[in-house]
């Protein structure tokens, strides 16, 4: 079994920010990827960013310049960094782990809320 549990969520106003950090433990054995991704009701869970084992990342056009992905491998924890947060980052923000020996889709954590309000 592989357990995703996510954390640092919270109510933050306008600009301010935020450090999501994801850590996944149980039978893992080599973790490729993970990201985080984002979810409000009534629509579709979206990519926000993605951090391959090699550093390689990604980002969705919305969090570019103010989210940064990083990763602690040795620790199999991956961090999101959140910065100029606006009302529309409001959202359950989910990580997602993939991993040699599990479904193509990954594992997915139980979700942490972010709102952005004043």
């Known amino acids: 079994q592989v357990q995703v549990v996510e954390s640092g969520g919270g109510l933050v106003q306008p600009g301010g920010s935020l450090r999501l950090s994801c850590a996944a433990s149980g039978r893992i054995f080599s973790i490729y990827a993970m990201g985080w991704y984002r979810q409000v009701p009534g629509k579709q869970r979206e990519l926000v960013a993605g951090?391959?084992?090699?550093?390689?990342?990604n980002y969705a056009d919305s969090a570019k310049g103010r989210f940064t992905i990083s990763r602690d491998n040795a620790k199999n924890t991956v961090y999101l960094q959140m910065n100029s947060l606006k009302p529309e980052d409001t959202a359950v923000y989910y990580c997602n782990v993939k991993s040699l020996g599990l479904p193509a889709s990954g594992v997915w954590g139980q979700g942490t809320q972010v709102t952005v309000s004043s």
């Open positions: 951090i391959t084992s090699g550093g390689s990342t």
